[in-house]
């Protein structure tokens, strides 16, 4: 049980390491939905004890997400989409797009991490500080919104990398593909996330 210690090596083929209202996790659990792979969900402890799992699964960052295949580590949500597509080539939709485009979208999609970094800094900073990190989500989400122009998915109407990417942190990205299965059954309402980021304020002394 998630909280708990001790987690036992589960015996799924595919396993997610993962905390509800992480936006890297919520990636990883969009891009198994797309590609319809059935998993073990592992909800894990991040404010308290962690469980010995995550730590043996991910020992340099301790973080979620971790995605175990047949116990087998992939760490960082980026690589575990880009490793689902060639672990399972022939479960579709892949999420990564044909190699002449491959390039651009794994550079977009590592660049919406810049949106999570800003808005980190927005709930933890004061003053000056939180003025230049509102500044730069409206840079960042500029851009993102720029790049995506009036197409209704990154790659015109085929859903993939940068989409899932985007999803979390981008509410143009967010909108656009609310009516979509894997979305809709995987992000939290604004205000559950608010309340989680009000616990966050109190654990670190933040007010």
Known sequence: MAGEKQQQQPEAELVLLDF???PFGQRCRIALAEKRLAHEYLEQELLGTKSDLLLRSNPVHKKVPVLLHSGRPVCKSLVIIAYLDEAFPDASPSCSPP?????RARFWAAYSDKDYEAGTWLWKLKGD???QARYEIVRVLG????ELGDKEFFDGDVFGLVDIALVPFAPTWARRCAERESVAKTLYPPEKVDEFITLLKKVYGIE
């Open 129 to 131: 500080a939180r003025a």
């Open 99 to 103: 190699t002449p485009t491959r390039a």
């Open 143 to 146: 851009s993102l919104d720029a």
């Open 20 to 22: 509800w209202v992480s």
